[in-house]
C-alpha cells in the first residue's frame, strides 16, 4: 500500500518501455477519436492494444525466480490489485456519475449510449463497463489470475505454448489477451539479449510518464464522448476534411486537457493522485 500512497519524486530518466508507452496511449486516444472515414488512423493504432497486453505480461514475469512459489504469486496479485483493481473501481464510478450527471442535464450528449444498461452495476463494472476503454483493464485482470497457470504452460512449453495459443488465438478459439499476454511473458522469463538490451536502454522519457500515460489512458473516453458530440455539432460530418478536423481537434484537446488535470492533482492532492493511477 507504500507505493500506492508515496509522494511523486523528482524526474528520473527512464527507459525505451517508458516511452513505448507513451506513443501506445497517444495511438489509443487516436483510435478512440475516429470517425469511420478515417481508417488509416484504425490500420495504424491496430497494434496498441495487443502491445499493451504483451508489455503487460512481460513486466509482470521481468524478475522472476527460477522457481517462483505461492507467495511470490501472492506479492504480484496483491500488487496488481492495487495498480488494476482500484483504478478500474474508481475510473468505473467516475464514469458513471460523469453519465448520470449528463443523462439527467444534457440527454442529447450521450443519446444512444448505453441505454438503461447503465443502471446494472455488473455492467457498470464488468459487462460494459461505464468506461467502454476500460475492457483492456477487465481483460488483463483475468489473465493477471491466470498468470500461476500461464507460467506453468511457458515453464515446460516455452514459445511452442506462446505459438499454440496464437494458432488457438488466429482460429478464433483462444482469447487474443492470453495470446499476447503470454507471448510478453514469455519474453520476460526467457530473455532474447537484443531485445533485452533494446528495451532497458535509457531514455529521455521521465519516469512519472507511467503515471500520466495510465491517467490519459483510465479518463480519455469520457472526455472523448462529449467533445466528439460537440465538435459534430459545430464541424458537420459530410467530408473527409470535416472528419479530420474533428478528430485532430478531439486527440489535441483530450490530451492537453487531462495533462493539466493529472498536473493539478498531482501538484493539490498527490496521495489521491496516485491512489488514481495505482501507485505509479
Same mark, same amino acid.
Given at each position: ?30 483510435? #478512440? ?54 483504478? !478500474? ?129 483510465? !479518463? #480519455? ?60
Amino acid at each position: 500500500m507504500d507505493t500506492v500512497l508515496r509522494k511523486p519524486c523528482a524526474l528520473k530518466g527512464g527507459n525505451r518501455l517508458d516511452f513505448i508507452r507513451v506513443l501506445l496511449t497517444i495511438g489509443i486516444v487516436c483510435r #478512440h477519436a475516429t470517425s469511420n472515414n478515417l481508417q488509416v488512423v484504425v490500420w495504424l493504432t491496430d497494434p496498441c492494444v495487443p502491445l499493451f497486453f504483451a508489455l503487460s505480461g512481460y513486466l509482470f514475469f521481468a524478475n522472476t525466480p527460477q522457481q517462483p512459489d505461492w507467495k511470490w504469486f501472492w506479492a504480484k496479485l496483491r500488487s496488481r490489485f492495487f495498480t488494476l483493481v482500484i483504478p !478500474y473501481i474508481i475510473a468505473n464510478v467516475i464514469a458513471w456519475l460523469c453519465f448520470y450527471f449528463a443523462i439527467t442535464k444534457v440527454p442529447s450528449m450521450v443519446s444512444g449510449f448505453f441505454g438503461d444498461q447503465w443502471r446494472n452495476p455488473l455492467f457498470v463494472f464488468w459487462t460494459g463497463p461505464v468506461n467502454m476503454s476500460l475492457w483492456f483493464i477487465r481483460e488483463l485482470i483475468v489473465v493477471v489470475l491466470l498468470s500461476p497457470l500461464i507460467w506453468f504452460l511457458l515453464r515446460y512449453t516455452r514459445w511452442w505454448g506462446v505459438l499454440a495459443l496464437g494458432v488457438l488465438w488466429a482460429f478464433k478459439i483462444g482469447p487474443a489477451p492470453l495470446f499476447f499476454f503470454s507471448a510478453g511473458a514469455c519474453l520476460g522469463l526467457y530473455k532474447i539479449q537484443a531485445a533485452e538490451k533494446w528495451m532497458r536502454a535509457p531514455s529521455r522519457t521521465p519516469v512519472e510518464s507511467r503515471a500520466w500515460t495510465y491517467f490519459i489512458y483510465l !479518463y #480519455h473516453y469520457l472526455l472523448l464522448i462529449g467533445l466528439k458530440k460537440g465538435l459534430s455539432m459545430l464541424i458537420p460530418s459530410g467530408s473527409l476534411w470535416a472528419d479530420i478536423a474533428v478528430w485532430l481537434i478531439s486527440v489535441i484537446t483530450v490530451i492537453f486537457v487531462l495533462t493539466t488535470v493529472y498536473a493539478l492533482l498531482r501538484r493539490m492532492a498527490p496521495r489521491f493522485t496516485g491512489i488514481l493511477v495505482g501507485g505509479k
